[in-house]
């Protein structure tokens, strides 16, 4: 019923820069939160910044000040920009949404695939 596509993701050296996107389209009524997670080979899946409809926003200490998120409401889509990129943000990076549905208006999380992120150092 929702679908979640990533973009973006792929190999870059420390310093470096990566705008990843997050499309949703089906059967959506609306968007609450969007958010961002990574999960490194070995680790636990975390939160790296999460948006709300009203466009408050919050991040993981380990990414204040290099990465942004945003979203645009009017096209379904988030955005996660990420700068001064370090070997340690290498990880899978997954989209997620709460959208209601337009059929049953009930909410739900979604997934999105996710897309790779490596850092060379």
Request: charged share 15%; aromatic share 6%; net charge positive.
């Amino acid at each position: 019923q929702v679908q979640l596509v990533e973009s973006g993701g792929g190999l870059v050296q420390a310093g470096g820069s990566l705008r990843l996107s997050c499309a949703a389209s089906g059967s959506i009524a609306s968007i609450n939160a969007m958010g961002w997670h990574r999960q490194a080979p070995g680790k636990q899946r975390e939160l790296v910044a999460a948006i709300t409809n009203g466009g408050s926003t919050n991040y993981a200490d380990s990414v204040k000040g290099r990465f942004t998120i945003s979203r645009d409401n009017a096209k379904n889509t988030g955005y996660l920009q990420m700068n001064s990129l370090k070997p340690e943000d290498t990880a899978v990076y997954y989209c997620n949404a709460v959208v209601v549905l337009t059929t049953t208006h009930i909410r739900g999380n979604y997934w999105g695939q996710g897309t790779q992120v490596t850092v060379s150092s």
